[in-house]
């Protein structure tokens, strides 16, 4: 009876190479199969990436790493575009891909964001100049010293997280401030109204409520500033919230605690410092 069952597991590892899939990639997994071993039966190259590039008109794009996703039935592809870094998944059908983030259920741990930071170790700054702060809200004294941007989410978890340690380096260090930009993640439904609402009353209340999970009112008025922030975000090569910018254009990605960024903050960069 076992010689029978690992039968059928090699036939339908032969049937998959064969590019005879089920119609969704999920079911392939359906029934524990190839042995729980992915890469007995799947394999991805970065010419088949490429390949796959060209057709999205992502053609200049450079292939940096393929490995095994933490979900079943996707690759993790680290790609470069114009000195940015990213990931994108690829399904095992090769017919579809997919940005977003995954996390990890049990530790909360953001297993997308992880792998941006090792990919993305070597320092990178941008034009600090370059972003706005009119439409920003602001945390802390607006004649402080030192200025850092904060590209937030009010739906995202990680960013109510970093926001409670932003209120402890103010309280702690007079001579930061940190000016909110929203932008809001398209896999938040909501988070698009509410930034928004937030928005058109410049309120750093109403984003402090919803981080608390408070009911808030819908935008009453037809504000830009937040799809000017999506497009600015993606300019910059910022995919994710939260994201924080030093003054001196140093990109930190993540939620971190108020010790590490006074830390960051106070430590000369390889520009020079702030």
């Not at 702690?172 to 930034?195: C, G, N, R, V």
Request: charged share 25%.
């Amino acid at each position: 009876m076992r010689k029978m069952f690992l039968l059928i597991i090699f036939l339908s590892c032969l049937l998959l190479g064969a590019n005879v899939y089920l119609s969704l990639d999920s079911e392939v997994f359906a029934f524990g199969g190839c042995e729980e071993n992915c890469q007995k039966c799947h394999a991805l190259d970065a010419k088949e990436v490429q390949q796959i590039l060209e057709k999205l008109k992502a053609s200049d794009a450079k292939v940096l790493d393929i490995k095994m996703s933490p979900i079943k039935g996707l690759w993790e592809v680290s790609i470069e575009n114009n000195d940015k870094r990213g990931i994108m998944y690829v399904g095992f059908s090769k017919k579809y891909v997919m940005g977003g983030q995954i996390f990890e259920v049990e530790t909360s741990l953001n297993k997308t964001q992880e792998n941006l930071v090792r990919i993305n170790e070597t320092p990178k700054y941008i034009d600090y100049s370059k972003i706005p702060l009119n439409d920003a809200l602001l945390v802390g004294n607006k004649d402080a010293k030192h200025k850092v941007i904060v590209f937030t989410d009010p739906d995202c978890p990680f960013c109510g997280k970093l926001h409670n340690e932003l209120k402890k380096v103010i309280s702690e260090q007079t001579d930061i401030a940190f000016y909110l930009k929203l932008m809001p993640l398209s896999f938040h439904p909501d988070a698009y109204w509410k930034s928004k609402s937030i928005l058109c009353s410049k309120s750093l209340k109403l984003l402090e409520d919803n981080f608390e999970k408070k009911p808030i009112p819908k935008p009453d008025c037809e504000s830009k500033e937040v799809d000017e922030n999506i497009k600015l975000g993606a300019e910059l090569g910022i995919t994710g919230t939260p994201t924080l910018i030093m003054p001196d254009g140093l990109i930190v990605p993540g939620a971190k605690d108020s010790k590490t960024i006074i830390d960051i903050i106070s430590t000369p960069s390889k520009k020079g410092g702030s």
